[in-house]
C-alpha cells in the first residue's frame, strides 16, 4: 500500500489555503475541492499531513468511491471494497456519515447497511462469523453527495484543530483552523509584531506564533492512525523528528493581546504555555477605546465580538467604529478584521481593501482586509 489515496476536509473558504500548505509539504497530485482537498501518498506524508496540517479539518483514508441510487447499490458497493487491507479480525470500526441531494437520505439505514456490508466482506476474508471489536478503532466515515458514496476511514481521532494546547477557552472561542487561515492570509513572519485588542483565550496568537516558528501544530497530541496495524510507528517517529527539525528558535515575533475581561487573559498565557509559545506572547488588560496602533510597522488580526440580540448588535456596532477611529492603516501597518456584520464597513469607517468569505463554525463571516495608506 504504498500510494494511499487521502481526503482532507476543510472550513469552507479555506480549501485553497489547505492545498498550498500540502504542497509545501512535499504532496504533488493535489485538488480543492468544495470543503476539502483531495491528495495521496504513503504512510510517512499521512502522518505528516496529521502532524503538520494547520488548515485541514482531519485526514481520513479513501477507500473507495461509487454511484448507488439504492440500498442494494449501497452494500454491493461497499462489500466491494478491500476493507482487510485496514481492518483486522479484532478491530472496531464504528460507521458515521452525511447525505446530501441523493436518493439514499436516511442516514441511519446508510449507516447499518454500510456496517452490515463490511462485517460480511471482513467475514469471507477472516473466516469467522462474530466481530468481538475489541482492538483499535477504526472509525468509518461516508459522504454521499449527488448519489456518489465515498468511503473513508478516519485517521486524525480528534479534529486537528484539538492542537492541545486549549483545554479551556472563553464562551466565543474561534476555531484554531480558521485563526491559522486568518494568520495565513495576512501573512506571519518570523519578524512580525501582531496585535490582537480582543484576544480571548489567545487563539489567534498562539497560532500566529506557531507559524512564525514554523511548529507543526500537531506535534504535541496523539493521532488514531497511530493504532492502526497496517501503518508502521517508523513513519510517526520519523515524522515528528522531521517537524521537530523545522521548528525556528529564538526568532523576532511579538504578539500583543489585549481584552478587559482577566480570566481570558490568564487563559491566553496558560494556553501559550502549552503550546510552547509563552515567550513570543504578552498580555494587558485594556479596553479598545485605550488601544494604540505603534507608529511602526505591525499587523492586526482580530476577532471582535458580536451579538445576535438586537442591544448585542448595537454595542458591536459602536465597538465597530472604535476599531475604525483606533486602527491607522498604511505605511506597514495592517488590520484583518473577521465578523459576520453584512455592514461592518460602514460602522468602521472604511471600505476593506480586500475581502474574503469564511465561516467560524455554521456562522457566515467575512475576513475584512486593510492594508493600503488611508
Known sequence: MENIK???PCLFGTESI???EFRRMGFSDVVAENGRVLLSGDFNMLARANINSRFAERILINVGEFTALSFTDLFDGVKALPWENYIGAKDAFPVNGWSINSELHSIPDCQSII????????????????FEETGPEYKIRFSIHKNVVTMMIDTSGEGLHKRGYRRNSNSAPIKE???????????IFPDTKLYDPFCGSGTILIEAAQMAMKMAPGLRRYFAAERFSFIPQEAWRQERMRAQDLIL???DFEGFGFDIDDAALDLTKENAAKAGVSKYIKVAKAD???????DERCLVITNPPYGERLLDVREAEQIYRVMGE???????RKAFVISPHDE???HFGKTADKRRKLYNGMIKCQLFMYFKNN
Open 326 to 332: 483606533k486602527f491607522h492603516i498604511g505605511a506597514g
Open 288 to 294: 479598545i477605546k485605550d488601544f494604540k496602533m505603534p
Open 115 to 130: 456496517k452490515k456490508a463490511i462485517v460480511e466482506r471482513l467475514k469471507q476474508k477472516y473466516n469467522i462469523s462474530w
Open 344 to 346: 461592518f464597513e460602514k
Open 177 to 187: 483552523t480558521l485563526a491559522a487561515s486568518m494568520c495565513d492570509l495576512a501573512r
Open 18 to 20: 489547505a492545498a498550498d
Open 6 to 8: 487521502l481526503v482532507a
Open 249 to 251: 528558535h529564538n526568532i
